[in-house]
């Protein structure tokens, strides 16, 4: 539409509608991190003790194509970081859309054995990954760098599965969980 300068108009659109100059509290953190939809992947490993561990994480993401690698941020606060902190191989096991339940599961804290009644499979290494999953990813830990309260976790991807090539991801959104349209 021409106003009376003839000039055209800007379409205005709820997503360019933006009130600038929120303080960085840590409210408006999440909440502006929160509209960055995700996937979701249970990222998995042998702890030093013997024992399977997995976490939720949505803080997955592809690093570099050549080599190969990958990485995912691990809080200094989780039940399992000192087994996170010590392994030298992960796997990252992407969820597809049926498997939010999955997610909430891996998501608990201080449950002893997260694999129990999970189907999942063991490689040669003892290295556990879920049997269900868009994709596998396996890893040996190429980095560990210091992040805030977290530790970024890169991996060299060494090992890939493909789950059904029709699958949809679950997503992540708004702290809530979502499908791909
Ligand atoms: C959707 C979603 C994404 C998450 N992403 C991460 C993440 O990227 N890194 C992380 O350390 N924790 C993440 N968490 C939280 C962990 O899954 C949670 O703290 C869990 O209890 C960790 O398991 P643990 O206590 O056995 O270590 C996420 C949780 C949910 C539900």
């Known amino acids: 539409m021409a106003d009376s300068s003839g000039l055209r108009k800007e379409a205005t659109t709820a997503a360019a509608a933006v009130e600038p100059g929120s303080a960085v509290t840590e409210a408006a953190f999440k909440a502006a ?7 979701v992947s249970i990222v998995t490993g042998l702890g030093p003790d013997g024992r399977k561990e997995g976490l939720t994480v949505n803080s997955f993401t592809s690093l570099s194509l050549d080599p ?3 990485l995912f941020c691990l809080d200094k606060q989780a ?27 891996f998501a608990k804290p201080g449950v002893r054995d997260k694999f129990a009644g999970v189907a999942h499979d063991v490689d040669a290494d003892g290295l ?8 596998r990813i396996a890893c040996d830990v190429e980095a560990r760098h210091e992040g805030g309260d977290h530790i970024i976790l890169v ?8 789950g059904d090539e029709a699958g949809r991801p679950l997503v992540y959104f708004r702290g809530r969980y979502g499908k791909f349209i």
Do not use: K, W
């Not at 039940?79 to 997610?103: I, K, M, P, T």
């Not at 991996?155 to 493909?162: C, S």
């Open 33 to 39: 991190c929160g509209r960055y939809a995700t996937g």
């Open 68 to 70: 190969p690698l990958v």
């Open 79 to 105: 039940g399992s970081f000192e087994a996170f902190a010590a392994v030298e191989r992960f796997a990252v096991n992407v969820l597809s859309e049926d498997q939010a339940d999955v997610s909430t599961h």
């Open 128 to 135: 556990p990954m879920l049997s269900a999953a868009l994709a």
């Open 155 to 162: 991996g060299r991807v060494r090992r890939i599965d493909l």
